[in-house]
């Protein structure tokens, strides 16, 4: 069982270039979303999405693009990257929200160490 | 709007005592979680302890324990017998149970343990 697999780990754009952070998951889980992690500011969330089909934005959405076509994959699309935008990405999934505590947690990927110059 | 506070930017301990690391929140609903989660250098999210609201007793698993204070809305972590791989970034987290449940963190606490 791989988990949530994020890729690529490192990345090194310049600006105004676009790319995407690919995330899957295989434990069939409804939920998934984007973090960034900034020093001082914890992780903050971009998009969710809790099922095929369906995505939302979170705290700090602008810059980033994401789809969900199928429930293993979840993409975020940087479409003109920024300095700004310089910061590690961890994406997270869990099983269908439920009043049940124990599906509540989120697994996350390893995350994605993005640099843009 | 839920919101988490972790008013410890860093943190030392010796090793083999107990730590606390202190967590507010503030929200509105009346259901709601509560997590912790640990962040090595390697830096991957390890899910270490989780709280519900309504939960009678507070979360224990293995080292850690949640000091769960409803009325003054505070979720600390204790752990208890602090070993050198203690040593990490530690964020408190938490959830809306009912709704899209998105995940709030607080800014972290970063703890080292001194041999």
């Known amino acids: 069982n791989a988990g949530v697999t994020q890729t690529p780990k490192f990345q090194v754009l310049k600006t105004g270039q676009s790319m995407t952070l690919q995330c899957a998951q295989d434990m069939n889980h409804e939920y998934m979303s984007w973090y960034r992690q900034d020093p001082g500011m914890g992780l903050r969330l971009i998009h969710y999405?809790?099922?095929?089909?369906?995505?939302d934005q979170g705290e700090v959405p602008n810059g980033y693009n994401v789809s969900r076509s199928t429930t293993e994959d979840f993409p975020l699309r940087l479409l003109s990257a920024a300095p700004s935008q310089t910061s590690v990405y961890f994406c997270?999934?869990?099983?269908?929200?439920?009043?049940?505590?124990?599906?509540?947690?989120?697994?996350f990927g390893a995350g994605s160490r993005l640099t843009v110059l | 709007a839920q919101k988490i506070t972790q008013t410890q930017p860093g943190m030392f301990v010796q090793e083999k005592e107990a730590v606390t690391l202190d967590c507010t929140y503030d929200t509105s609903d009346p259901s709601y979680g509560l997590f912790w989660y640990k962040q090595p250098s390697s830096g991957e999210m390890i899910f270490l302890i989780y709280q519900g609201s309504y939960d009678q007793q507070n979360a224990t698993e293995g080292r850690y324990s949640l000091n769960f204070q409803k009325a003054r809305k505070s979720a600390n972590l204790v752990i208890s017998a602090s070993q050198l791989g203690d040593s990490a970034m530690y964020f408190c987290?938490?959830?809306?149970?009912?709704?899209?449940?998105?995940?709030?963190f607080g800014q972290g606490t970063r703890l080292t343990i001194n041999p």
């Open positions: 999405s809790v099922g095929a089909g369906i995505t």
């Open positions: 997270a999934s869990r099983p269908t929200s439920s009043r049940n505590s124990g599906a509540n947690v989120l697994t």
């Open positions: 987290a938490m959830t809306r149970v009912q709704g899209a449940q998105k995940l709030v």
